[in-house]
Structures are given as C-alpha cells and as structure tokens.
C-alpha cells in the first residue's frame, strides 16, 4: 500500500523559504510519477511541480525559478524548496502520486491516485 506523509509547512513572511518533505512508503520513490498540488480556500487544486520516473520535471508558470522539486533515493522522499514565498503561494500543499506520463507533465491531479494529507503554507505580507 502507497503511503504519503507531507511535513515542513508553517508560516513565514513574504520573501522567505520552506522546504516541504513527503515521505513516501510502499513504493520507491523513483518508480512513479510524483509530484506537489496546492489549494488554497475556495479555489480549486493547482498543480504545482510534478517528476516524472526518468527525471523529467515540470514547474507551474507561477513557481517557475522559485520553487525546485527534488527526491532523494535513500530516505525515498520527495521535497519542494520553495523560496521568494510570496502570499499568493499560501495554500495547503499536497504530495501525490501514481498518474500516467501525459499527466505527470501536465501536472493533472486528476491523474494522480494516491494523496498524502497535507501541510499548510501561510505566507504573509
């Protein structure tokens, strides 16, 4: 069984940086699409950064050159460094994983099977 376990949100001003971990069991790391979605309330799930098994990345237009999608093969744990945190990133963050490779680069949660929980994200001015 897939597990996902989000951690490494909180709150931090504007121009700050998180990382953000998901701690993936079940499933190495390296084998399945995986990737990062936000929502912020009241608006629907964004995509956020998805890799792919062979490594391709894709990085929505609005965290592209801030935000680096990374995973590390021994702790088999995807991260999201998130720097120049602006509040419009605020939203809770979810990792996901498990969809085909057209939606692994659309970065289409649609697509994706398995959800971690979640961690929050506050940005402030």
């Known amino acids: 069984q897939v597990q996902l376990v989000e951690s490494g949100g909180g709150s931090v001003q504007s121009g700050g940086s998180l990382r953000l971990s998901c701690a993936v069991s079940?499933?190495?790391?390296?084998?399945?699409?995986i990737g990062w979605f936000r929502q912020a309330p009241g608006t629907e799930r964004d995509g956020v950064a998805s890799?792919?098994?062979?490594?391709?990345?894709t990085y929505a237009d609005s965290v592209k050159g801030r935000f680096t999608i990374s995973r590390d093969n021994a702790k088999n744990t995807l991260y999201l460094q998130m720097n120049n945190l602006k509040p419009e990133d605020t939203a809770m963050y979810y990792c996901?994983?498990?969809?085909?490779?057209?939606?692994?680069?659309?970065?289409?949660?649609?697509?994706?099977?398995?959800w971690g929980q979640g961690t929050q994200v506050t940005v402030s001015s």
């Open positions: 996901a994983a498990g969809a085909s490779r057209a939606a692994c680069l659309a970065i289409d949660g649609s697509a994706f099977s398995v």
């Open positions: 079940g499933v190495a790391v390296t084998s399945v699409c």
């Open positions: 890799i792919r098994l062979t490594g391709t990345i």
